[in-house]
């Protein structure tokens, strides 16, 4: 029996084994919409030039509108032996309009068409993460702004710092979340171009107008390069490689919402709905999704390895090899949408606990800094010099097992005579936060100050 599809070269069909390795229907019917936009552009320009009749080129369109409609309704009659979608779309539209469906691939080949495909599939979820990441930006600043004045404690080595306030974390991530929506927006405007009308790999002889069918698909240019066009996949890894630093971001958040929502800490309480329980202890309300989110960051730096070890030393152009793109492609949007959308979920319902957060602020000599700051501004010290004292004052609490404003005036000054009562100001958190008043600092006016900013970017 000679091959369904290309006949005429074969004298025997694929083994079943070759059939299996070979199809991606599986995953790429995923790509039925964007397969039928790319066709209805490239038919319509067809007839423009002239290079099909306008007859057939009604016929054409008609029926892939209502192969479009029949896919949507999940109507596609699977056959491996077909093996992906763009000759699933066409042999549908052969039963439906008969033999004027073949002139539908002149000009054409599925290398151009399956780049123009992920593209235009790349594009959307582009759109769409960075509405997501959107949403989660309001979430972050709603709770910033709830708590621009609550005191918590600043961390570096995961030690006690410096005091901060909740609400100047919480901008922390809406920066970070920025930038990825930056980079989401950047990876857009470097592939928004059409890789249709490189046929194979060499163009074509037709007439085609590639202008047409970049601009109707809603790309700024055709490809310039037909080779690069057809086996550039560098979109795809740009896209997987902005999710990849996103989810990291996801990841940290995700990680701090593990540890404040422990028992031990008690920054924050996760609500019951983005929690579970166990089943065998009874007490437990364990922060799953943000352990999810934690663990998909692994997957999605897979994901962009996996691609980025496919495309590595392919030699010009296309390979089926490519073939191998969509899936990781696909798994990260779908898991980086979970990820975003939980994310905003959770960090919506969190309930923050001052009390616990404030003590702990205070704990671990934290305003240690402030204290060196004052011997530097009243005493007029050098900071190094300031530095000293004020470690030898923290060792001397410890040993005592109080907190630096625990200690007796007497006792600052077998250390350093020249302290007086007002440096004990110093020593609050509240003042030490207050204090911060640097551009971008933790002060409560320099957080609000970011809020504002934020709030008005976002609109
Ligand atoms: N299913 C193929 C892919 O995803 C489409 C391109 C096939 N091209 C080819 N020359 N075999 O890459």
Redesign the pocket.
């Known amino acids: 029996s000679s091959n369904r599809q290309w006949g005429g070269r074969f004298s025997s069909g694929p083994a079943a084994i070759m059939e299996k390795i070979n199809a991606?229907i599986d995953f790429?019917r995923r790509l039925f919409a964007e397969d039928i936009e790319g066709s209805l552009a490239h038919v319509q320009m067809l007839v423009e030039q002239k290079i099909v009749s306008a007859e057939d080129g009604r016929a054409i369109a008609d029926g892939l509108r209502t192969i479009l409609q029949e896919f949507g309704e999940g109507k596609m009659r699977v056959d491996p032996a077909l093996?992906?979608i763009?000759t699933h779309v066409e042999a549908r539209l052969k039963e439906l309009i008969g033999p004027a469906a073949g002139r539908l691939h002149t000009a054409r080949s599925?290398?151009d068409q399956?780049a123009t495909d992920l593209r235009l599939w790349v594009r959307k979820e582009l759109d769409a993460a960075d509405r997501g990441f959107a949403d989660l930006q309001q979430a972050l600043l709603d709770q910033a702004e709830r708590h621009a004045d609550t005191i918590m404690p600043g961390f570096t080595h995961l030690q006690s710092a410096q005091p901060v306030t909740f609400g100047h974390h919480m901008m922390a991530y809406v920066e970070m979340f920025g930038r990825d929506r930056g980079r989401l927006q950047d990876c857009r405007r470097r592939m928004n171009e059409c890789p249709l009308g490189a046929a194979a790999l060499a163009g074509t002889s037709f007439p085609i107008d590639r202008q047409a069918t970049a601009g109707t698909l809603g790309f700024d240019r055709p490809t310039a390069n037909s080779l690069d066009a057809v086996s550039d996949r560098d979109f795809a890894l740009e896209y997987l490689s902005t999710a990849a630093i996103a989810a990291s971001h996801l990841s940290r958040l995700a990680e701090e919402i593990v540890i404040w929502s422990s028992a031990q800490f008690r920054f924050v309480t996760c609500s019951d709905s983005f929690s579970t329980g166990s089943s065998i202890m009874p007490q437990k309300k364990n922060p799953d999704a943000a352990e999810l989110i934690r663990g998909k960051a692994g997957r999605l730096y897979g994901n962009l390895t996996s691609l980025l070890v496919v495309m590595k030393g392919l030699p010009m152009t296309?390979g089926?090899d490519?073939?191998e793109d969509?899936e990781p492609v696909f798994d990260t949007a779908d898991n980086l949408a979970l990820c975003v959308a939980a994310m905003t979920g959770m960090i919506a319902e969190l309930t923050v606990n001052e009390g616990p957060m404030l003590a702990a602020a205070g704990s671990g000599f934290s305003t240690a800094t402030d204290l060196a700051d004052w011997l530097v501004r009243v005493l007029g010290m050098p900071f190094r010099d300031a530095h000293h004292v004020t470690g030898e004052l923290v060792r001397l609490a410890e040993e005592k097992a109080v907190d630096l404003d625990g200690l007796a005036l007497d006792d600052m000054r077998a250390v350093e005579p020249r302290i007086t009562e007002a440096l004990f100001d110093v020593l609050g958190v509240a003042n030490s936060v207050n204090s911060r008043q640097s551009y971008g600092g933790t002060a409560p006016a320099q957080v609000r100050a970011q809020i504002a900013r934020w709030r008005e970017a976002l609109r």
């Open positions: 991606s790429d093996e992906d763009h599925r290398n399956v296309y089926k490519m073939q969509k």
